[in-house]
Structures are given as C-alpha cells and as structure tokens.
C-alpha cells in the first residue's frame, strides 16, 4: 500500500476476475463530525461574502457600461459635431480660395491698368 492510504487497484485474487478500482473506500480520512459543523459556518460567512461582494461588483459593472454607453453618445455627437463643422471649414477654405484667385486677376488687371498709364506708384504715401 503506497503511503497516501489508497490504491489504484484491488490486489490480485487468483481466480477472481481483475478489475480497476478508482479508489479504495478509505481513500479520504474522514473528519469527525464536529470538525464539519465547525468548518460549515465559517464557509457559508465566506460564500456570502463571496455573493455580496459578486452582486455588488455587478452593479458597478453595470454602472460602469451605462457610462460607456453615455460617454459613446457624447463621443458620437462630438463626432457629427466635428464633420459638421469640418464640411464648413472646407467651404470656407474654397470661398477663400475663389475670392484669393479672384483678387490676383484684379491685382493683375490694376498692374496692366497702372503700367499703360504710366501712374507713379510711392508705397510710402499708401499708394497714388
């Protein structure tokens, strides 16, 4: 017998047929009973502290995902906010861009128009 008080399997009978044995029925020492009624309450104080600890780590848990939830709707609306708001800046960089093209054809225009007349030009007194 090994040291642990069990064996894998019955002892070989002669004539009787061989067959596994999981384990013997004195495998596990048996506490006397009072050893379990000692050892029960403390396990059930542990068990529902494990519960109450569990049901509160669920709520915060569920706290935590509806503020999830909220700070992505925030996020989604700061989101449409923004490519609003990006579509508008892209308007306004194409009006510049048009009015910008527009005034260098007037500045050209002007410079053809001052050098045919032959106009002094003094940009110290602002201009004429």
Do not use: C, K, W
């Amino acid at each position: 017998m090994n040291p642990y008080g069990y064996n894998y399997y019955q002892e070989f009978i002669p004539n009787q047929p061989y067959y596994y044995v999981p384990y013997d029925q004195n495998a596990f020492i048996q506490q006397p009973e009072q050893y379990d009624v000692n050892r029960q309450q403390p396990l059930e104080r542990r068990v529902s502290a494990l519960e109450r600890q569990s049901e509160r780590q669920a709520r915060e848990i569920t706290r935590l995902n509806e503020e999830i939830r909220r700070l992505n709707r925030e996020i989604n609306r700061i989101n449409r906010e923004f490519n609003r708001l990006n579509q508008l800046v892209t308007r306004l960089n194409e009006t510049v861009e048009q009015h910008t093209r527009r005034l260098n054809r007037l500045n050209q225009r002007l410079r053809a128009v001052e050098n045919r007349l032959d106009l002094p030009f003094s940009p110290a007194e602002g201009g004429f």
